[in-house]
């Protein structure tokens, strides 16, 4: 219902032939375009487009260009991981979100499951084994460990996991102190304790995220359950108008009316509780 709206119109007027939006990364600086590739994308999912979409199948051959060589991201190689690693990562989570049908990207999701596995197969998550898989499977050269407790690596293998793995990381997710690195840093089994803010959005995109694992809705009662707690009096959500941040929200145009900020928010917490009872 919001495809038409003019945050979507805004966005898709900047991308340009290739199918790019300026960068691709979301940290990165000192671009020409007002948006990132990435927060376009992850912009463009919230507002409901899909792989159906020309947008998104224009971006997405962008990004498999990029994957496979035929092109390359405009973003300054960076030091810290081995930049080819991490640009093979980012591209293909984000073509996953929306197909699973490309064999490049589902080529390195496999790659990462492998790994993820590994950590996991004790039943609980181990360290070192991550290390050792990581270095033989993706074989970086160099630079900082990537770390599982990410946006990537937790997108892009949450089909790839058998039940049993799959339990495991999940407790780990939620148990990690500092959440998931790019959408929250804070403790996922711990709500936030004022709902009306950016921070309590951001927890919701960490929730989401995990919706993408089979056996989320196993784990995340306690979610529905905060949910339901900061329902107000019309029986509706409202997060107050600090979540305004042009990723998350807003849905709607025009967020002057309360009732439409209360329709917006209501949407996005009514879809996350049907996915995870769903689960």
């Given at each position: 219902?919001?495809?038409?709206?003019?945050?979507?119109?805004?966005?898709?007027?900047?991308?340009?032939?290739?199918?790019?939006?300026?960068?691709?990364?979301?940290?990165?600086?000192?671009?020409?375009?007002?948006?990132?590739?990435?927060?376009?994308?992850?912009?463009?999912?919230?507002?409901?487009?899909?792989?159906?979409?020309?947008?998104?199948?224009?971006a997405?051959?962008?990004?498999?260009?990029?994957?496979?060589?035929?092109?390359?991201?405009?973003?300054?190689?960076?030091?810290?991981?081995?930049?080819?690693?991490?640009?093979?990562?980012?591209?293909?989570?984000?073509?996953?979100?929306?197909?699973?049908d490309n064999?490049?990207?589902?080529?390195?999701?496999?790659?990462?499951?492998?790994?993820?596995?590994?950590?996991?197969?004790?039943?609980?998550?181990?360290?070192?084994?991550?290390?050792?898989a990581?270095?033989?499977?993706?074989?970086?050269?160099?630079?900082?460990?990537?770390n599982?407790?990410?946006?990537?690596?937790?997108?892009?293998?949450?089909?790839?996991?058998?039940?049993?793995?799959?339990?495991?990381?999940?407790?780990?997710?939620?148990?990690?102190?500092?959440?998931?690195?790019?959408?929250?840093?804070g403790?996922?089994?711990?709500?936030?304790?004022?709902?009306?803010?950016?921070?309590?959005?951001?927890?919701?995109?960490?929730?989401?995220?995990?919706?993408?694992?089979?056996?989320?809705?196993?784990?995340?009662?306690?979610?529905?359950?905060?949910?339901?707690?900061?329902?107000?009096?019309?029986?509706?959500?409202?997060?107050?108008?600090?979540?305004?941040?042009?990723?998350?929200?807003?849905?709607?145009?025009?967020?002057?009316?309360?009732?439409?900020?209360?329709?917006?928010?209501?949407?996005?917490?009514?879809?996350?509780?049907?996915?995870?009872q769903?689960?």
């Amino acid at each position: 219902m919001h495809k038409n709206g003019k945050w979507a119109k805004q966005i898709i007027s900047l991308q340009d032939e290739e199918g790019k939006w300026g960068y691709f990364h979301s940290m990165s600086k000192f671009s020409d375009s007002p948006i990132t590739t990435e927060q376009a994308l992850r912009r463009l999912e919230r507002l409901g487009y899909t792989i159906e979409d020309e947008c998104i199948q224009k971006a997405v051959r962008y990004m498999n260009d990029c994957l496979t060589g035929k092109n390359n991201i405009p973003d300054g190689r960076e030091k810290i991981h081995d930049w080819d690693v991490f640009t093979s990562l980012i591209l293909s989570a984000w073509i996953r979100r929306f197909t699973g049908d490309n064999p490049d990207a589902n080529r390195v999701a496999k790659q990462w499951g492998d790994v993820v596995s590994a950590a996991f197969a004790g039943g609980t998550y181990n360290h070192d084994e991550y290390v050792t898989a990581y270095r033989d499977i993706i074989k970086p050269n160099g630079g900082r460990l990537v770390n599982f407790l990410n946006f990537y690596p937790i997108s892009i293998v949450s089909d790839l996991l058998d039940e049993k793995t799959e339990f495991a990381a999940i407790d780990y997710i939620l148990s990690g102190d500092n959440g998931i690195y790019y959408i929250y840093d804070g403790k996922i089994s711990v709500p936030p304790k004022i709902f009306e803010s950016r921070e309590s959005s951001r927890y919701l995109a960490a929730v989401e995220l995990l919706t993408g694992y089979k056996q989320s809705g196993h784990k995340l009662n306690f979610v529905i359950d905060w949910l339901n707690d900061n329902r107000n009096e019309n029986g509706k959500w409202d997060m107050g108008k600090s979540v305004n941040d042009k990723m998350y929200f807003p849905l709607s145009d025009d967020w002057r009316k309360k009732e439409t900020r209360e329709a917006d928010c209501t949407e996005r917490i009514t879809g996350l509780i049907k996915k995870l009872q769903a689960d």
